[in-house]
């Protein structure tokens, strides 16, 4: 599914035809590399944030108390 997602992104950006079709500009190497590093600090802000927001791991105890596991 990305791997045709992406396929019909770069003829779409990069086919005379179709980049009229759908009034596209061409896109410079920096218009890129501006766009895949953005996307990449999103990746890693979100992975962030799923790491940050994980539950807590509680150990139980023969007495069927829950024990915080950084104690």
Request: hydrophobic share 50%; net charge positive; charged share 15%.
């Given at each position: 599914?990305?791997?045709?997602?992406l396929?019909?992104?770069?003829?779409?950006?990069?086919?005379?035809f179709?980049?009229?079709?759908f009034?596209?500009?061409?896109?410079?190497?920096?218009d890129?590399?501006?766009?895949?590093?953005?996307?990449?600090?999103?990746l890693?802000?979100?992975?962030?944030?799923?790491?940050?927001?994980?539950?807590?791991?509680?150990?139980?105890?023969?007495?069927?108390?829950?024990?915080?596991?950084?104690?």
């Open positions: 599914m990305i791997g045709g997602g396929i019909f992104l770069l003829l779409v950006l990069y086919v005379p179709l980049r009229q079709l009034s596209f500009s061409f896109l410079h190497p920096i890129l590399a501006i766009c895949l590093g953005g996307g990449a600090i999103a890693l802000w979100f992975e962030q944030l799923k790491f940050l927001n994980r539950p807590k791991r509680v150990i139980q105890s023969k007495s069927r108390k829950p024990i915080p596991e950084n104690l």
